[in-house]
């Protein structure tokens, strides 16, 4: 059987290779002013989980204090991350240097956004199907969810509330992409992402009261399965 059908692999290659080529300025410019106003480096290189649970490192400019430890969810008001890294986190400029994670055949341009792997259970079906496709630079979930970060800012545990909120909302819709991917879709997926970095508004966020019921919904279906496998 072959899989999920999206953009092709090539034309991930070339847009990756132009996109990564056409912002090389840019990206020099930010490298600089994250050197002049934080020590460390300028770019910032984590594990993340990819296709079929193969572990790759994600490259981003690096946003937070390179001296600083804390949760790996990070919330708007965190007082790791810098001046120049909450610019470049709003613009989405830090994720310009990931094209190279596309070339490399890491990522894909569209598909479930990588996860760390603390946050990743291997043996879980659910994310055996999400992890079949390669994660993506641009995912069809964090186009509306843009406020996370604002989220993550209003609860005490943010490890708890990403893990039992969050993660189950972003979790459905990645099954959803999964399951129905197709070129088109990719496409879709991508124009969101675009128009929803440059116009914030363009989707509607999810709320507290729509996240939790998200959650309360596949926990019931989650019962209900394990019931009828017993």
């Given at each position: 059987?072959s899989?999920p059908?999206?953009?092709?692999?090539?034309?991930?290659?070339?847009?990756?290779?132009?996109?990564?080529?056409?912002?090389?300025?840019?990206?020099?410019?930010?490298?600089?002013l994250?050197?002049?106003?934080?020590?460390?480096?300028?770019?910032f290189?984590?594990?993340r989980?990819?296709?079929?649970?193969?572990?790759?490192?994600?490259v981003?400019?690096?946003t937070?204090?390179?001296?600083?430890?804390?949760a790996?969810?990070?919330?708007a008001?965190?007082?790791?991350?810098?001046?120049?890294?909450?610019?470049?986190?709003?613009?989405?400029?830090?994720?310009?240097?990931?094209?190279?994670n596309?070339?490399?055949?890491?990522?894909?341009l569209?598909?479930?956004?990588?996860?760390?792997?603390?946050?990743?259970?291997?043996d879980?079906?659910?994310?055996?199907?999400?992890?079949?496709?390669?994660?993506g630079?641009?995912?069809p979930v964090?186009?509306?969810?843009?406020?996370?970060?604002e989220?993550?800012?209003?609860?005490?545990?943010?490890n708890?509330?990403?893990?039992?909120?969050?993660?189950?909302?972003?979790?459905?819709g990645?099954?959803?992409?999964?399951?129905?991917?197709?070129?088109?879709?990719?496409?879709q997926?991508?124009?969101?992402?675009?128009?929803?970095?440059?116009?914030?508004?363009?989707?509607?966020?999810?709320?507290?009261?729509?996240?939790?019921?998200?959650t309360?919904?596949?926990?019931?279906?989650?019962?209900?399965?394990?019931?009828?496998?017993?």
């Open positions: 059987m899989g059908v999206g953009i092709p692999r090539w034309l991930d290659v070339i847009v990756a290779t132009s996109a990564l080529v056409a912002s090389a300025p840019l990206v020099a410019v930010a490298v600089v994250v050197k002049a106003t934080s020590p460390g480096s300028a770019f290189r984590q594990t989980v990819g296709q079929n649970g193969k572990p790759f490192t994600l981003k400019l690096r937070m204090s390179a001296a600083k430890r804390g790996m969810v990070t919330s008001n965190d007082p790791r991350i810098t001046a120049v890294g909450g610019w470049l986190r709003r613009t989405k400029i830090d994720e310009l240097p990931s094209f190279w596309v070339i490399r055949g890491d990522m894909a569209v598909g479930p956004r990588p996860e760390v792997p603390d946050y990743v259970d291997l879980c079906s659910k994310w055996k199907e999400i992890l079949s496709v390669r994660p630079l641009a995912d964090t186009a509306r969810l843009r406020n996370e970060q989220l993550l800012s209003q609860v005490d545990d943010t708890d509330f990403y893990r039992q909120v969050l993660q189950p909302f972003k979790l459905k990645y099954l959803e992409f999964v399951r129905d991917k197709t070129l088109a879709k990719d496409l997926v991508l124009f969101r992402t675009v128009m929803a970095t440059a116009r914030p508004g363009f989707a509607d966020p999810p709320t507290f009261d729509e996240l939790r019921q998200s309360a919904l596949n926990s019931r279906a989650a019962t209900r399965s394990s019931t009828l496998s017993a």
